[in-house]
């Protein structure tokens, strides 16, 4: 139930902070994410960004998620580097605004981060109330 709330408040959020390291300094920015059918969290970045660098070194991330009642999801995790061309091609199709950075979904400069998260917590606002992390 805690997994299913959680992935529910992330596709409502839409967009996601992603934290990654970079040596011993996080770096933290915001990502236009998206949740496949079957459960996958993708986002797009460019081939040569930082993100890409930081998650050869280390792919530990984390991110987190807010919706509009300040409800919150924060996920551990690994970043994983996707180049298939289908799963490029779907994420072109269902976020608009990755079009403003790359010329099509053939782009070469144009990669997904697959995020796969190892524990979840969820905190609703309205209640004031913390979950305990769960194991994904």
Not at 72 to 89: M, P, S, T
Request: proline share 4%; with cysteine; aromatic share 10%.
């Amino acid at each position: 139930m805690l997994l299913d709330r959680a992935r529910d408040l992330m596709k409502d959020a839409k967009i996601g902070y992603l934290a990654t390291v970079e040596g011993d300094q996080p770096r933290v920015r915001a990502m236009s994410v998206r949740l496949t059918d079957d459960g996958r969290i993708l986002t797009a970045t460019g081939k040569e960004s930082q993100k890409i660098g930081q998650a050869m070194e280390n792919p530990k991330a984390e991110f987190c998620f807010v919706n509009a009642k300040w409800d919150q999801v924060r996920a551990d995790g690994r970043l994983k580097i996707i180049e298939d061309q289908a799963d490029k091609n779907w994420f072109w199709s269902a976020e608009p605004a990755v079009k403003d950075y790359f010329a099509n979904s053939s782009d070469p400069n144009y990669v997904l981060l697959e995020f796969i998260p190892s524990e979840v917590e969820l905190f609703e606002a309205k209640s004031g109330e913390f979950h305990r992390r769960q194991k994904v």
